[in-house]
């Protein structure tokens, strides 16, 4: 049975997540609190942990919450990298990856659940990208002054584990979408 529930405690922190967006933009290009910075992204972290934890255990998994969920982290992702990119030009790059991949994943999942009417979760090969990328901006803010040569392997390191990821969901929904044409 799909749940439609709108309202609930995961769907309320995921859209807190989002809210949080603005006060990281502004503590770290406005006040360059650096600490602050981190210490909002590891609140972000710790509600979408809690969210999914919540979800799966008081059985609150929504379909609502299947996308805000995933929209909440790649905003977050994707706001932070921006905000890194005025300091560290190259990490450009895994947001263009990030970007590209969305792009695809949102058009061929919104396909797949037209098609099949199922709303898919993430996979292993995501939340391994997440988990690296995650880690990645963090030692960027955290490590204000980190060397070029660790911060551009980071970057490649995420980078490739982003590209793998978009080759097994490309891969999933094309399977999908071929199936059931």
């Known amino acids: ?11 309320i ?9 603005p006060c990281i933009v502004y503590f770290y290009i406005n006040n360059k609190d650096y600490k602050l910075t ?3 992204l590891l609140i ?18 929504s379909d609502l919450g299947k996308i805000l969920d995933p929209v909440a982290d790649k905003a ?24 590209i991949k969305e792009l695809f994943m949102a058009i061929t999942g919104m396909l797949v659940i037209k098609k099949t009417k199922e709303v898919y979760s993430a ?41 793998q990821s978009f080759y097994y969901y490309a891969k999933d929904n094309l399977q999908v979408l071929k199936k059931t044409s």
Request: proline fraction near 3%; aromatic fraction near 16%.
């Open 1 to 11: 049975m799909k749940n439609k529930k709108i309202f609930t405690i995961p769907n």
């Open 13 to 21: 922190l995921s859209f807190f997540r989002l809210c949080l967006l």
């Open 38 to 40: 981190v210490l909002l």
């Open 44 to 61: 972000s972290g710790f509600t979408d942990i809690l969210d999914g934890y919540i979800a799966r255990t008081f059985n609150m998994v």
């Open 76 to 99: 977050t992702q994707a706001i932070t990298l921006l905000c890194l990119i005025t300091r560290f030009k190259w990490l450009i790059i895994p947001l263009i990856c990030i970007i």
């Open 123 to 163: 996979k292993w090969h995501g939340k391994l990208a997440t988990f690296m990328l995650d880690a990645m901006i963090m030692i960027h803010i955290f490590f204000y002054n980190i060397p070029f040569f660790i911060s551009y392997i980071l970057m490649i390191i995420t980078t490739f584990l982003i590209l």
